[in-house]
Each structure stands twice: as structure tokens, then as C-alpha cells.
């Protein structure tokens, strides 16, 4: 132990001796009984998680029809994904202690990020192949955002707002590319004509449907304008962006009002004024004006660039794309943007592989979600205001609020913000504590 600590010092590395008892699990001395204790309370945590995922999944892909609903195959991917996430946990509970036993005391890397690298490559094996390749990308796109918190919380790089539009914008114009080029995924198809209207050869609101008054609107503007002889939209361009905005701005009004009324359902009885105020507020129609904008500023920007002659109708749509990403500005969301980009990386990585430009790197999705998996979980030890706070609820939910547990006053000197979402004071039994146990006697 002590030429390990020296290298690590030699390395620059700062080492903690203190044991895992009064470092990690502070709930139990014995490593493998505090395994135990946490597996319960995650058993009902995940059957709950994933018997609700499943149930949606279902719902959908079976458009509301229970009695399609295969139950005997549901019932065998929630236990199948419960006894995955189960035991990514225990596992990186029980390498947090090897680690700790073979080296002889804790470094800042050895506290979490090689565990959780070896527990979740390990552990992922369990999940459902179908699932993997989701679960890489959810968990990279999460890992890159904890890199970036990870480096403004210590002033390398500062966090904007409306930063998000970045990200958003290059993988959008990732996806317009490669479909204008024709090789963007059938699967996505139905994405670009949502989110851009890109591929949208019809009228996009069916004026039979619609208000005698707007619908006038609508006639006038498709019949007053014209259209470009590369646009492929049915009628004018301004009744396309106009057609386009309405239609999404529609859908995220829907979608903004039911997830009010979800969150705030009890105001149906205590106070319906105040529900109708929150429906109608500015807050509520950041998603319709955001889902609205997008395609808006798209086809305006495309259109009016197919009107300049000798430009690229590729290039056309790669900067219209590129410019609708500003829409996130009023409604910033980082894990749509970072969704969006790390997506259309994937798929232009499967186009390049596909036409012999790269080698498809074997058990890549297992490696990827091993990697950064290890890296969101080790700065929910030592930095857990760098993730995503829903994402440490999460975490902390699977493991019994046990992550509020862990003694992150003794990992100061390791130069992470550590203290400031969990501070509490262990209570430890000073029998099996190796530094002054004064420091976990309350003060009388």
C-alpha cells in the first residue's frame, strides 16, 4: 500500500486512507451487509421504474389497445431490466470496496470511476440487446453534458443561456444533410417531417377541418404567394411556414396544458382559477412556441434561400436547419439537444460505416455505455452538482437516498465541489472509524 500511495502521489494523485465503512457505506461497517441493505428498496425502485416504462411503451406502440399487449413477454423485460439496473448497483457498491481493499486507501479516480466502469460493463449484459444500443446514447449524451457542468463549475468554461441551441443546431443540420443526400434512416423520416416539415410535399393543415374565418386565411395566403420551382411544399411558401407553425405550435400546446395538468392536477378541485391561469401563462407556451418556431424559421430560411440563384439546395437546407435551432432559445432543454446531436453523430457514424468510409467497432454501444456510465456515476460521488438533477434523484431514489449518506467532507482536498447538494454528518459507530472520532460525535 504504502509504494502504491507513492506512485499515486508521484502521479499528483491525492489519497485517502480512511476505510469504506465511514468513506462510503455509512449506513453498515460490513461491505457486503450494506450491499444487502440497499437491494431491497432498489428491488421496488426498478420493478416500479421499468414495469411503468414497459407499460408506456406498450400503450403506445399498441395505440391504447390493452387486450394487444403481450403480458407474458412485458412481465419477463421488467424483471429482465430490474435484475440489469439491480445489479449495476450492487455491483458498483461492491467495487467501490474492492478498489479500496486492493489499493489501500481511495484516489480521486479509484473513488467511483473505475468501479463504475467495470460494474456497468459488466452489469450491462443483463439489459435486452434491443436496449443497449438507447441506453449508450442516453447515457453519452448525459455524459457529455456532466463534462461540460464539470468544467464550468471550475471555471474553464462558463454555462449560457440559450447554449443549448448549439448542440441542437449541429445535429439538425447533421440530419438535414444526409437527408437531403437521401441517406438519412427511414426512422428518422418521420422525426424531419415533425420537428422541420423538410419533406412535406401536401398541405400540412387540412383546410376542411379548420374554422370558416381561418380558413380564408389559409386559401388567401397559399393563392395570393408563390413558390419556388425547388420548393416542393403543395401551395405558397408563406402558407407552408404559416401551415407549419400552426400545426406544431398546436401539437406543443397540447402537450405543454397536459403535462400542467399533470404536475398540478390537485388545483382541479382546491383551486380551478389558478389552474386556468398556469394554462394561460407565458411559462405554458414556451414548448408550442419552441415546437412552433422550429419549422417556421426553417421553411422561411429555406425558401428564401432557394429564391438566390447558384445556391445549393443541400446547402439551403443545412443553414435553414442550423438557424431553426435558435428556437430552443425559448425553451432551453439540454437533453433534447444533446439527444439531438449525439443521434445524428450515431447515424452519420452508421452512414460512414455503411459506405466503407469507417470499421464498425465490435460491441461498440457496450463499451460506450460502459464509459460513460462510469463517468456520470463517479461525479454523482464527487461532484454531483455537475449531473443532471433528475438524474441523481434518480440515482439516489435507486439506492434508498443513500447517496445523501456518503462522507463527502472527507474528499475535500480532492479539489471537487463535493458538499454542496449532500452535507449532512455521517453517524458512524466510532468502534469502526480509522480518523479522530471526535469529528462524528454530535457537539453537546
Not at 85 to 110: A, E, I
Amino acid at each position: 500500500m504504502g509504494n502504491l500511495s507513492k506512485l499515486a502521489y508521484s502521479l499528483g494523485q491525492p489519497v485517502l486512507t480512511t476505510n469504506c465503512y465511514e468513506t462510503i457505506h455509512t449506513w453498515n461497517p460490513d461491505c457486503n451487509m450494506a450491499i444487502m441493505d440497499a437491494i431491497p428498496g432498489a428491488l421496488r425502485f426498478a420493478l416500479k421504474t421499468y414495469a411503468s416504462f414497459y407499460l408506456l411503451t406498450n400503450l403506445v406502440s399498441k395505440r391504447g389497445r390493452v387486450d394487444k399487449i403481450n403480458w407474458k413477454k412485458f412481465t419477463l423485460d421488467v424483471v429482465q431490466s430490474t435484475v440489469f439496473l439491480v445489479t449495476n448497483m450492487s455491483l458498483y457498491l461492491f467495487f467501490l470496496c474492492r478498489f479500496r481493499h486492493w489499493l489501500g486507501f481511495f484516489s480521486p479516480y479509484s473513488m467511483g470511476l473505475i468501479s463504475s466502469i467495470v460494474a456497468s460493463g459488466l452489469s450491462v449484459f443483463l439489459e435486452k440487446k434491443t436496449r443497449r444500443p438507447a441506453l449508450a446514447l442516453y447515457l453519452t449524451n448525459l455524459a457529455s453534458e456532466t463534462f461540460y457542468r464539470h468544467l464550468a463549475n471550475h471555471g474553464v468554461t462558463k454555462m449560457y443561456y440559450g447554449g443549448e441551441c448549439v448542440p441542437f443546431a449541429m445535429g439538425l443540420m447533421i440530419f438535414s444533410y444526409l437527408n437531403c443526400v437521401g441517406r438519412l434512416p427511414k426512422s428518422l423520416n418521420g422525426f424531419m417531417n415533425f420537428a422541420l416539415k423538410a419533406n412535406v410535399t401536401e398541405n400540412v393543415i387540412d383546410i376542411k377541418k379548420v374554422p370558416t374565418d381561418f380558413k380564408s386565411f389559409l386559401e388567401n395566403l397559399r393563392k395570393k404567394y408563390e413558390k419556388t420551382e425547388l420548393c416542393q411544399h403543395a401551395d405558397s411558401c408563406v402558407s407552408h411556414s404559416v401551415e407549419s407553425f400552426t400545426k406544431n405550435f398546436g401539437i406543443g400546446l397540447v402537450a405543454s396544458s397536459a403535462l400542467t395538468l399533470l404536475k398540478n392536477y390537485r388545483l382541479i378541485f382546491s383551486n380551478p382559477l389558478k389552474l386556468i391561469a398556469l394554462l394561460g401563462s407565458v411559462q405554458n407556451m414556451k414548448i408550442p412556441l419552441f415546437t412552433g418556431s422550429l419549422p417556421l424559421i426553417f421553411n422561411a430560411v429555406r425558401c428564401s434561400l432557394n429564391r438566390v440563384k447558384n445556391v445549393n439546395p443541400v446547402f439551403s437546407n443545412i443553414i435553414a436547419a442550423g438557424l431553426a435551432a435558435s428556437s430552443m432559445y425559448v425553451y432551453p432543454t439540454v437533453s433534447i439537444a444533446m439527444y439531438c446531436l449525439w443521434k445524428a453523430i450515431e447515424t452519420l457514424y452508421f452512414d460512414l460505416v455503411d459506405r466503407g468510409y469507417l470499421p464498425k467497432i465490435k460491441h461498440g454501444e457496450l463499451i460506450l455505455y460502459a464509459i460513460s456510465t462510469g463517468y456520470v456515476l463517479w461525479n454523482i460521488v464527487i461532484e454531483p452538482r455537475a449531473v443532471r438533477k433528475g438524474y441523481v434523484g434518480f440515482i439516489n431514489s435507486l439506492v434508498g437516498g443513500r447517496v445523501a449518506l456518503f462522507n463527502q467532507r472527507l474528499w475535500d482536498d480532492f479539489g471537487y465541489i463535493s458538499r454542496d447538494m449532500f452535507d449532512g454528518i455521517p453517524k458512524l459507530n466510532t468502534k469502526f472509524v480509522t480518523i479522530n472520532p471526535m469529528l462524528y460525535q454530535p457537539i453537546r
